[in-house]
């Protein structure tokens, strides 16, 4: 069974950076074709996605966010981590992080399963 | 930002069929991505719901179809049931946005 779970601070101040844990179990970032997301969700909005990693080290990212984020693994820990840099209040939301299995589909064509149950970072002073 | 568009609702009595269309353009869905849906319920995470345009993970029940044509997709929902109020969001790719996976505006469905 694949499980995801997101770990961090639940405020942060403006002009801080955010560190996100993604700590999961049931497969491994090693194997091929295996990729941890990042998604938000600010209160009563849409999902945005922000950044991914891939099993062999290779990272994308929001191309509006880019400049402020950065996607990392530990493969031995299971753990994925996002960091963002100077955060404001518009950055708050429901953080996720999700697994992607690119075995299933052709490059672009990946779908985001599971997910985690998210974790709420609000910034403020 | 979001690149796809979709109705902000729709509604429709138990037992009755609600279509969500979700409009994108030629550098995503008419570029030939799949497109995968999401159905979330109040206070919860996301749950694929469609992938591939068209399939259904184990356990969705068949009253949830997908389909797609040139730059826009569609999810269907037949004989609405009380617990399929939620919000639902569609997903695709866009090759104009280095490697950016996109979502939907997002779509309430409300059983009257």
């Known amino acids: 069974q694949v499980t995801l779970r997101e770990s961090g601070p639940a405020l942060v101040k403006p002009t801080q950076t955010l560190t996100l844990t993604c700590t999961f179990s049931g497969f491994s970032l090693s194997t091929s074709g295996m990729c941890v997301s990042w998604i938000r969700q600010p209160p009563g909005k849409a999902l945005e996605w922000l950044a991914r990693i891939d099993w062999d080290d290779d990272k994308y990212y929001s191309t509006s966010l880019k400049t402020r984020l950065t996607i990392s693994k530990d493969t031995s820990k299971n753990q994925v981590v996002l960091t963002m840099t100077n955060m404001d209040p518009v950055d708050t939301a429901t953080y996720y992080c999700a697994r992607i299995d690119q075995s299933q589909a052709a490059a672009g064509d990946n779908w985001f399963d599971p997910w985690g149950q998210g974790t709420l970072v609000t910034v403020s002073s | ?112």
């Open chain 2, 1 to 112: 930002q979001s690149v796809l568009t979709q109705p902000p609702s729709v509604s429709g009595a138990p037992g009755q069929r609600v279509t969500i269309s979700c409009t994108g353009s030629s550098s995503n869905i008419g570029a030939g991505y799949d497109v995968h849906w999401y159905q979330q319920l109040p206070g919860t995470a996301p749950k694929l719901l469609i992938y591939g345009n068209s399939n259904r993970p184990s356990g969705v029940p068949d009253r949830f179809s997908g389909s797609k044509s040139g730059t826009s997709a569609s999810l269907a929902i037949t004989g609405l049931q009380a617990e399929d109020e939620a919000d639902y969001y569609c997903q695709s790719y866009d090759s104009s946005l280095s490697g950016s996976m996109v979502f939907g505006t997002g779509t309430k469905v409300t059983v009257l």
